[in-house]
């Protein structure tokens, strides 16, 4: 069993900033890669930002230079800093993890949060 727990998520003026967490535990020997995805009502969930196991990142154009994604693989946690927020970035905003099993070390899983809601106001 694996289990990630999101926190972080509100309501924030445009303009403001969040910080969201994510921490995973459970049977996990080793995680691979930690990311942010976002979904709004009738959307796909799209990918906000993924930072690999060596620390390199990659975000959505939409993001860039606004959210910073950072982890602390002794802790298996993974967070977002989001600044100037826009009202655009409203969504539930998921965490997701692709790790190795304690028990199969021979291919990657994956695992998803519950996600944490976030409400930027104009």
């Known amino acids: 069993q694996v289990q990630l727990v999101e926190s972080g998520g509100g309501l924030v003026q445009a303009g403001g900033s969040l910080r969201l967490s994510c921490a995973a535990s459970?049977?996990?020997?080793?995680?691979?890669?930690m990311a942010w995805y976002r979904q709004t009502p009738g959307k796909q969930r799209d990918l906000v930002a993924i930072i690999t196991s060596g620390g390199s990142t990659n975000y959505a154009d939409s993001v860039k230079g606004r959210f910073t994604i950072s982890r602390d693989n002794a802790k298996n946690m993974v967070y977002l800093q989001m600044n100037s927020l826009k009202p655009d970035d409203t969504a539930a905003y998921y965490c997701?993890?692709?790790?190795?099993?304690?028990?199969?070390?021979?291919?990657?899983?994956?695992?998803w949060g519950q996600g944490t809601q976030v409400t930027v106001s104009s």
């Open positions: 997701t993890v692709t790790y190795y099993r304690t028990t199969d070390s021979s291919r990657l899983y994956d695992y």
């Open positions: 459970g049977s996990i020997s080793r995680i691979n890669a």
